[in-house]
């Protein structure tokens, strides 16, 4: 059990996820006059739209949502209190229910946490025997459809609600299911309205279907309703969850009947020199009629209601109008609209993956250029100026240094003693000496062998 957030008084009881037949109590601020006692009738809810009105004759401060233990034919049931006080006067007299009488049953108590957890337990069973019950059903070759079930408070009976296209004779059935599910079994054959108001559902329109949420009286619906209001009768969107059509159609019925009585009939002939005319379509909102010459069906002319009375008028004096073209109407004038510039728009492709390019693997040749030296002088001199080449050392434009030149730039060493500098240029030495290569010798010049 849910409730919002309201005062303990002004909560709408929400069961089973689903606002079936909620009511909210605008009269629960207002006291009652001075010395005028509660009215003593309590609306009381049950299972998916079932309500039922009884006496608290015990006078218990019942507010709404408050568990309660009623009296019923054979022991008791629990239910939700949905509504106190005198708007409950007003439902019973709706429903044509008498208050004063006799006959109309009590409320026992508030129910206790016993009371709750037996209830709690049976109505957990209630799927296990919808299920069982089809089967039972089908064994016997019953065409009938078992669509709900619900467990009494006690315990002490389950009621089956099905739906069928004739009578059923469930007399074995009924033998049946007593014996395997050991309790008192009722039968109770509803509609197919009255099965989606119990079920619930979602309507096309994205909010809870109008027959579980408010619509009790369900009158019968035609398709003469559909016509009335201009739409295709198309059984696939004019049908509800209940697979007849929606009752929606006859919300708007009235207003639609009502405008059309300023229509003129849609089987009028209109007499022009032309020929006669006849009525193609009607737009009631606009209170626009389309007509067309017998023969021609392509070309439709436009009439106002006023305009198609006024010709009636003339033909009705046998005088015909001279066609219908002076009447039609001027089409509205298309908005300008600019035409699409695909430059604009993009590629249909633009946000494709582009293919990725992979590098080659071939070594490339390692060329210095002055950016690279100003870089690396840079790297090896911090916090310094940069130090450029001299001209002289700078090359043409294109044309790389040469390799056997001498760095422009020496960077500074470490201070080194002169017995160390001696040690070391004689072991420089030593190394010449060893790597020397004998002289290079220009090979002769042999003149080649003249053929003979």
């Given amino acids: 059990m849910i409730y919002n957030n309201e005062p303990s008084h002004n909560k709408i009881a929400y069961n089973y996820g689903s606002v079936k037949l909620s009511v909210y109590d605008w009269l629960s601020d207002i006291p009652l006059p001075a010395g005028q006692e509660a009215f003593d009738c309590v609306e009381v809810r049950f299972k998916n739209s079932r309500k039922e009105f009884f006496r608290n004759v015990h006078k218990l401060p019942l507010q709404i949502g408050d568990m309660v233990a009623t009296e019923t034919i054979s022991g ?11 708007l409950v006067r007003i439902q019973m007299k709706k429903k044509k229910a008498d208050a004063q009488s006799p006959t109309l049953p009590k409320i026992y108590r508030k129910a206790t946490e016993r009371d709750i957890e037996v209830w709690k337990e049976h109505r957990a069973k209630e799927e296990f025997l919808q299920k069982r019950s089809r089967e039972l059903a089908i064994a016997l070759g019953l065409e009938m459809k078992i ?12 009621t089956f609600y099905y739906t069928a296209e004739g009578r059923v004779d469930f007399r074995q059935l009924i033998k049946d299911m007593a014996k395997e599910f050991s309790t008192r079994i009722e039968m109770r054959q509803i509609g197919y309205r009255q099965e989606a108001a119990r079920l619930g559902g979602i309507g096309s329109s994205g909010r809870e ?72 379509k009607v737009d009631i909102f606009k209170r626009l009629m389309w007509f067309t010459y017998e023969g021609d069906f392509i070309n439709w002319h436009k009439l106002t209601v006023d305009q198609v009375k006024e010709i009636l008028e003339l033909n009705k004096q046998k005088q015909p109008v001279a066609s219908l073209e002076e009447y039609m109407q001027e089409e509205d004038s298309p908005a300008k609209t600019t035409p699409l510039d695909n430059s604009q728009e993009g590629s249909l492709t633009r946000f494709d993956e582009k293919p990725r390019k992979y590098k080659s693997k071939k070594r490339q040749s390692i060329k210095n250029t002055p950016t690279d030296i100003e870089n690396t002088v840079t790297e090896t001199i911090p916090n310094k100026e940069k ?20 760095p422009f730039y020496n960077p500074p060493q470490k201070h080194i003693s002169a017995q160390q500098r001696q040690e070391k240029a004689s072991s420089q030495g030593q190394n010449l000496k060893k790597n020397s290569r004998k002289p290079f010798k220009k090979p002769s010049k042999t003149t080649p062998k003249s053929d003979e």
């Fill in 76 to 86: 008791h049931d629990i239910g939700t209190v949905s509504l106190t006080g005198e």
């Fill in 147 to 158: 669509s709900d079930v619900e467990y009494q408070g006690d315990g002490s009976k389950a």
């Fill in 209 to 280: 279907i109008s027959c579980s949420t408010w619509l009790t009286e369900f009158r019968s619906v035609t398709t003469a309703a559909a016509r009335y209001q201009q739409l295709s009768l198309n059984p696939q969107k004019l049908a509800g969850q209940c697979g007849k059509l929606k009752c929606d159609l006859n919300f708007e019925l009235d207003c639609y009947l009502e405008a059309l009585k300023d229509f003129p009939r849609t089987d009028t002939k209109l007499l022009t020199d032309k020929g006669i005319a006849s009525c193609q």
């Fill in 387 to 406: 130090v450029l080449p001299s001209i002289k050392e700078i090359p043409e434009e294109g044309k790389p240094y040469p390799i056997n030149k001498k």
